[in-house]
């Protein structure tokens, strides 16, 4: 997912959403593309899910991520009541399961999210550092 993200000039950060060891939902960062500054994988792939499963909650399910979501993304996670995150690289700038923010078990929210991070981090993180380098190159020609 990411890299279909990358194919089309987008930052590449991929996401999909599985319950009951099914692959429910997909996404893939697509603001530019759609003209939507909310078009992040993990929206993407949660409001894909809420129609697949005829609900916005997504009780029991688990989404895997590229990078550590965001704060828009981190609020729409909790609301779905998501119960498991897992995702590759940390995002120390604007991460906020657990860097700039800890949102994850945030009291002021009504339901906290196990997560778990750094899984194929280097994987993960060389996708988006290679992505931004190959961005700075191309401005400096």
Same mark, same amino acid.
């Given at each position: ?69 965001? $704060?828009?993304?981190? !609020? ?8 498991? &995150?897992?995702?590759?690289? #940390?995002?120390? *700038? @604007? ?17 906290? $999210?196990?997560?778990? !991070? ?8 060389? &996708?988006?550092?290679?992505? #931004?380098?190959? *961005? @700075? ?5």
């Amino acid at each position: 997912m990411a890299q279909r993200a990358e194919e089309y000039g987008e930052v590449p950060v991929g996401a999909v959403l599985v319950k009951n060891e099914r692959c429910i939902s997909e996404g893939w960062n697509a603001p530019i593309q759609r003209h939507d500054p909310t078009a992040h994988a993990e929206i993407i792939a949660i409001r894909q899910a809420g129609m697949v499963l005829e609900n916005y909650r997504l009780i029991d399910s688990t989404l895997y991520v590229t990078l550590e979501p965001c $704060v828009m993304c981190m !609020g729409a996670i909790s609301n779905a009541r998501i119960k498991r &995150l897992v995702f590759g690289a #940390f995002d120390p *700038k @604007r991460g906020a399961v657990c860097n700039a923010l800890s949102l994850s078990d945030a009291s002021f929210l009504n339901h906290s $999210v196990d997560w778990n !991070g750094g899984v194929l981090e280097d994987e993960c993180s060389a &996708l988006i550092v290679d992505f #931004f380098r190959a *961005k @700075r190159d191309k401005q400096k020609l």
